[in-house]
């Protein structure tokens, strides 16, 4: 499968509006391997190759053990490998990726806001919706996996 083009020259514009929006989740709460695993788990959901790549091996490089993202497609079934907060960042981040089947459901959003500020919510949210915006990217446009 080759590249069709890439979007970053074709229409730098809105590509580097996405850039602004990664640029914001800079100065979030989340921590580096909180916005890989959301990262991995919905590029996982939406098979983009290249950001599962991508993400993994910044995971690793941020300590991340090979063990959870190996089992983080099956997050549910390996929860004792997952803080009570990575779970509801990986719920929300789910439910986000899936948003025609339900959206945020009132369920995880109620998890969320008994650990989480309103604020801390915008930015996992944010994560979610930033990643989805990529592996849309990366997906329509075919951007080769890394050598």
């Given at each position: 499968m080759?590249?069709?083009?890439?979007?970053?020259?074709?229409?730098?514009?809105?590509?580097?509006?996405?850039?602004?929006?990664?640029?914001?989740?800079?100065?979030?709460?989340?921590?580096?391997?909180?916005?890989?695993?959301?990262?991995?788990?919905?590029?996982?959901?939406?098979?983009?190759?290249?950001?599962?790549?991508?993400h993994?091996?910044?995971?690793?490089?941020?300590?991340?053990?090979?063990?959870?993202?190996?089992?983080?497609?099956?997050?549910?079934?390996?929860?004792?490998?997952?803080?009570?907060?990575?779970?509801?960042?990986l719920?929300?981040?789910?439910?986000?990726?899936?948003?025609?089947?339900?959206?945020?459901?009132?369920?995880?959003?109620?998890?969320?806001?008994?650990?989480?500020?309103?604020?801390?919510?915008?930015?996992?949210?944010?994560?979610?919706?930033?990643?989805?915006?990529?592996?849309?990217?990366?997906?329509?446009?075919?951007?080769?996996?890394?050598?």
């Open positions: 080759s590249t069709r083009f890439n979007m970053a020259e074709v229409n730098a514009a809105a590509y580097q509006a996405g850039t602004g929006m990664e640029k914001a989740l800079q100065n979030s709460f989340l921590t580096s391997i909180q916005k890989e695993l959301i990262k991995i788990r919905a590029s996982q959901i939406n098979g983009c190759a290249f950001c599962l790549d991508m993994t091996k910044n995971a690793l490089r941020y300590g991340e053990t090979p063990q959870r993202i190996f089992l983080l497609n099956s997050w549910k079934d390996a929860r004792e490998l997952f803080t009570e907060e990575e779970q509801v960042i719920a929300i981040a789910e439910e986000v990726t899936l948003i025609s089947e339900k959206g945020l459901s009132e369920e995880t959003y109620q998890k969320a806001k008994q650990i989480f500020s309103e604020t801390r919510i915008a930015d996992i949210i944010m994560a979610a919706v930033t990643i989805n915006m990529w592996n849309r990217i990366a997906i329509s446009t075919h951007m080769p996996v890394a050598e």
